[in-house]
């Protein structure tokens, strides 16, 4: 059969269907990332967080994810590589976590769960709960002491730095690897100064890595924040800290700041690898639901 039969075809009962010429050229592959946002509720309020910041802990009480949105996008489970149970809450919050983490695995049990958190509510027992569960990786959001961040949102630094010190523990008498541990820091003006503290905690507790992306400033007071603002003193930063990242044996991960400043366009390939799904089923082409 030539392409060109190939492209007409028909099923038995007369109704054209794509061929796999036709699925080839026009139809994408099924991401390579399914994002589900396991809930909108979070324990703090960071000052520089868009969605939490002004809003009342209240707004947020009816915002966890049903389980039938997972059967729902089963197909698109199927076929990812990672799941991350993270969108703009705090997912241990969850009372039936696990219940997602177990409905994602019946669609795909090779799959690469993960999700995001601030590391301010992980108790013991769920310490024990990631190890069991086999998490591939947790990112814990922690950007120094500042007000601008996470402390300014009510969190406890030394607690986190307490409880992410627990986990690594536990891997350690569990003798596993997973979940790997990294930490993300959001850049500001006043707290890249505690970049090389964290670094050195990355390699206390043996994290996989430490991942640096600029602020996106959400409010007008924020804006002295912006490191685009700061350029020369970023540099000088982030090179030392480089330096120091590969002495400790930690990898740093620079996000969206190559500081090129000209007019080339730049291309976000998000809408085209991963899907982004709400609590509420709604789907998004990227994190920030453009």
Avoid at 73 to 85: D, M, P, Y
Avoid at 154 to 179: C, F, I, M, T
Avoid at 237 to 249: F, P, Q, R, T, Y
Wanted: a negative charge; one cysteine or more.
């Amino acid at each position: 059969m030539d392409e060109q039969t190939a492209l007409t075809q028909t099923d038995p009962s007369g109704n054209s269907s794509p061929t796999d010429v036709e699925l080839d050229e026009f139809v994408m592959p099924p991401p390579d990332k399914v994002n589900l946002e396991v809930t909108a509720r979070c324990n703090l309020q960071c000052p520089m967080c868009a969605i939490h910041a002004t809003t009342p802990h209240a707004d947020f009480a009816h915002t966890d994810m049903k389980l039938e949105v997972v059967d729902l996008l089963g197909r698109s489970i199927h076929a990812a590589e990672t799941v991350l149970l993270t969108g703009g809450g705090e997912p241990l919050l969850l009372r039936d976590f696990t219940s997602f983490i177990h409905r994602v695995r019946e669609y795909n049990p090779g799959a690469k769960i993960t999700f995001i958190s601030n590391g301010t509510t992980m108790t013991e027992r769920q310490a024990h709960m990631v190890i069991e569960e086999r998490i591939h990786s947790i990112e814990f959001s922690m950007d120094g002491t500042i007000q601008y961040g996470h402390v300014g949102g009510g969190a406890d630094y030394a607690r986190v730095k307490d409880n992410l010190r627990r986990l690594a523990l536990l891997k350690q008498e569990a003798g596993v690897e997973e979940p790997h541990m990294v930490i993300t820091f959001v850049a500001m003006r006043d707290n890249l100064v505690e970049l090389p503290d964290l670094l050195e905690f990355a390699g206390e507790i043996g994290a996989a890595g430490v991942m640096v992306q600029p602020i996106s400033p959400s409010f007008w007071s924020h804006q002295d924040q912006n490191i685009f603002r700061h350029v020369d003193y970023a540099r000088q930063v982030l090179h030392k800290c480089s330096a120091m990242a590969k002495e400790i044996g930690v990898p740093l991960d620079v996000r969206n700041m190559d500081f090129d400043m000209s007019d080339t366009p730049k291309v976000c390939l998000v809408p085209f690898t991963e899907v982004w799904v709400s609590h509420d089923g709604r789907l998004k082409p990227c994190c920030g639901g453009i």
